[in-house]
């Protein structure tokens, strides 16, 4: 039984990269590190788009053979998780303050600039979210700042997945929709709402806090509104 579960720890290990040593046990003395791969890769990705990421892109960049980072790196998928936690580093955590609620928006308003930075992560945080060291410690910054409230546990680690989730959401559909994209589902919305045939539209498109296309709210303090409106209703 024992053995068994020595194992299968062992299997487990293997599935995470930041379990396993930084080199292949076999093998020429290590001449690169993850972190220069990692970096290497995320240069790739903003310049061209993940889609541009593969070993032999990135060896490549490096001045070496693909053959030669699978010393370092098993798989693509362990280059995106190594690339996605990458990005937890850019953010500046400082003390919380009191106010888990600002704190939070805080985190959300950083999040939202990294993703910015970093166009392909967005995608990587909906389909394949993954903590490492560095998201590790922004987790712990959130718990941090929700240490004095009142939800379970589960709940707060609910709070910190929809919080990125959203920001990701919210960060594809800000770089993916140009001004005549809007102006022409508005036009669209607008007869749609003239012909009478849908009258819960009408009324929608009528109603007080329907933005003004004339003067639509900000970026800024739209993503500040959901993102504030999605911590109340998980932490409530």
């Known amino acids: 039984m024992a053995a068994r579960q020595a194992a299968q720890g062992g299997r487990q290990d293997e599935l995470v990269i930041w379990m396993r040593p930084e080199q292949a046990s076999v093998g020429r003395p290590a001449e690169?590190?993850?972190?220069?791969?990692?970096?290497?890769?995320?240069?790739?990705?903003?310049?061209?788009?993940?889609?541009?990421?593969?070993?032999r892109r990135v060896a490549a960049a490096l001045g070496t053979g693909a053959a030669s980072l699978y010393r370092y790196v098993a798989t693509r998928d362990d280059l995106l998780d190594l690339m996605t936690d990458s990005t937890a580093a850019e953010y500046e955590l400082a003390a919380p303050t009191g106010d888990w609620h600002a704190d939070?928006?805080?985190?959300?308003?950083?999040?939202?600039?990294i993703m910015l930075r970093h166009p392909w992560l967005p995608a990587l945080v909906v389909t394949r979210p993954t903590l490492g060291p560095q998201g590790v410690d922004l987790l712990e910054h959130v718990l941090d700042a929700l240490a004095d409230h009142p939800a379970s546990a589960a709940r707060k680690l609910e709070a910190f997945a929809m919080l990125n989730a959203v920001t990701a959401q919210f960060v594809q559909h800000e770089v993916s929709t140009t001004d005549a994209a809007s102006l022409r589902q508005a036009v669209y919305l607008q007869h749609v709402a003239a012909a009478g045939h849908h009258p819960r539209i009408a009324a929608l498109m009528t109603s007080p806090g329907v933005p003004d296309e004339a003067a639509p709210p900000s970026a800024d303090d739209h993503f500040r509104a959901v993102a504030g409106r999605v911590l109340t209703g998980v932490l409530s």
């Open 104 to 113: 939070l928006l805080a985190v959300a308003a950083q999040a939202r600039r």
């Open 32 to 55: 690169r590190s993850r972190a220069e791969i990692t970096a290497a890769a995320v240069e790739l990705a903003d310049r061209e788009g993940l889609d541009a990421v593969s070993m």
